[in-house]
Structure formats: structure tokens, C-alpha cells
């Protein structure tokens, strides 16, 4: 296991780029066979991805959490973005298709996950926070989800957002999770911009081509910064930072969050004529 420590808000601004990517930014994840996990201080998560080919992968419970089990203390919820696969817990099998999610309860033992087509695998997106109880096991596809249409073209950011582990759906501790999707010729997200002080967030952005790229926007609304980011890599928020992007063309991205509470709507905004 990884682990990071974000910069304070102060300090953050001496950063150059390749200081911001290294602290902010996961370039290492869904590498073929493996289980990746990233330890942030950012309110103690964990994010990762597991991508199985032609074995079963097991969630296993590194050293640094001092515990029995991935989930003994903790929550973990988790997107397919990648083939058709399977995730088994303690001993129930919950098939997995494109974008189908799965949040995993505090007391889950034995974990693991599988790809239907070793040539086609599953790509898991993994966000885990500390928990203080236990909520069932619940899977959802999209078609469960609950979808919010927002933007506009004229504005360059028609999108749809789907929700998946929130107040109002999957019940957990802190863990909220969905996902966004751009319609064609769309490329803002999150734009007015805000911040959480409540909640850090993490944002993996998938469903690009090769050739495309995201500038995901980062820092203090008076202090941006600016990343480019590829497919299937993820940008560590935390609470005091805005996070908001512009792709070259549209994209999908997994937002997830955890903290002081659940609420959606609980935002500082950062107007656009505010921002520096």
C-alpha cells in the first residue's frame, strides 16, 4: 500500500508540476492482474482498483491498517469501469457489469474479484473510509442509480449524474459514490466550482481515447492550479480545494467522497469571477 500526505493549503502553492502529480494525481492504477491501493491522510481513505485476468484477486489487509481484514474497521464501495466480472463477499457473488456498483459493509471478511474474459477484464474502481457501523452489502447497475440532468450545450457541460451511494440510495456510514457522464460536446464538470469543507473527494476520470485529456482544476479558488490527466487516472481532493475539469472532448467520471457528513448539496461555491 501507497501512502500519501497531502500538502497544506499553504504550502501547495510552491509546488511545481511534477510536485502537484506526485502529490495529487494516481497514474498507477488498473495495471492488468493486480490490486493497487493508494493510503491518503485526506480523511484516512484509500482509493485503488483491482483489474483480474485470469485469476481470482483478494482484497487483502495490508500492514498499515493493523487489522484482520480490509473492511473490519472500514467501508468500501466500488464501480466496474472496465469488462464483465464478479466480486464475491464472504461467500455471496455479485456479478459486475460496465458501471455497475457495489458498496461493501464494515464487518465484510473475504473479498474478492474476478473478470468474466481475461481479454476483456474488469477494471474495479476501489474508495474505502473508516466506519463506525455496519450497512448491508448492496449492489446497484445504472438503471437503479438515481440520475440528475444538469448543464446545458451552450455551456459546454449537458451532463448526467448518476448516483449511487448517497442519503437517499445506498445507506453507508460516510462513503458517498456515483458517477458523471458528458453528453457529445460537452466538456466542463463542476463548473461554477466549490469546495467541501466537510468532505474530501476523489475524482477518477475514465472513458477517454488515447489521445484525450483532462485539465482538472485543483487548489485554493484564489490559488488554482491546473493537472492533465489521462484515462483512468484519479485526482486526490482535499476538502480546502476546488475540483473541476475541461476535457477535449466528453468523458466519464467516478466522484467519490467521504467526511463529516453525507449531504450532496453541501458546497461552498467558488464563483467563476471569483476564481484566480
Not at 476483456?120 to 455496519?134: E, G, I, K, R, W
Not at 447497475?141 to 449524474?161: F, M, S, W, Y
Not at 484525450?212 to 488554482?224: A, D, E, I, N, S
Request: contains cysteine.
Amino acid at each position: 500500500m501507497e501512502i500519501r500526505y497531502s500538502p497544506n493549503p499553504k504550502d501547495y502553492q510552491r509546488l511545481n508540476t511534477d510536485e502537484l502529480r506526485a502529490a495529487f494525481l494516481i497514474e498507477s492504477l488498473f495495471a492488468p492482474g493486480k490490486l493497487e491501493l493508494i493510503y491518503t491522510d485526506a480523511d484516512r481513505a484509500i482509493t485503488g482498483s483491482v483489474v483480474p485476468t485470469d485469476a481470482a484477486i483478494l482484497l487483502s489487509a495490508d500492514a498499515e491498517l493493523r487489522a484482520a481484514y480490509f473492511c473490519e474497521r472500514r467501508e468500501l464501495g466500488v464501480l466496474n469501469v472496465g469488462g464483465e466480472g464478479a466480486i464475491e463477499v464472504d461467500g455471496k457473488v455479485f456479478p459486475m457489469a460496465k458501471l455497475d456498483c457495489l458498496y461493501i459493509g464494515r464487518g465484510s471478511q473475504k473479498i474478492s474479484f474476478t473478470s468474466r474474459n481475461a481479454n476483456d477484464p474488469a477494471a474495479f474502481f476501489l474508495l474505502s473510509y473508516p466506519a463506525h457501523t455496519a450497512y448491508p452489502t448492496t449492489h446497484a447497475q445504472k438503471k437503479d442509480a438515481t440520475p440528475v440532468e444538469l448543464g446545458t450545450l451552450a455551456d459546454a457541460n449537458r451532463r448526467t449524474i448518476f448516483k449511487y451511494i448517497h442519503a437517499g440510495g445506498i445507506k453507508s456510514c460516510q462513503l458517498v459514490m456515483g458517477f458523471t457522464q458528458l453528453q457529445e460536446g460537452s466538456v466542463w464538470n463542476t463548473m461554477p466550482a466549490h469546495t467541501h469543507t466537510r468532505r474530501s473527494e476523489i475524482y477518477l476520470y475514465f472513458d477517454l481515447t488515447p489521445k484525450q485529456r483532462v485539465m482538472h482544476f485543483m487548489g485554493l479558488p484564489q490559488q488554482t492550479r491546473h493537472l492533465i490527466v489521462s484515462n483512468r487516472q484519479a485526482i486526490i481532493s482535499p476538502s480546502w480545494s476546488i475540483h473541476s475539469g475541461c476535457g477535449t472532448g466528453a468523458y466519464t467520471f467516478c466522484w467519490a467522497m467521504g467526511g463529516e457528513n453525507q449531504a450532496f448539496d453541501d458546497m461552498d461555491p467558488a464563483p467563476v469571477e471569483q476564481l484566480r
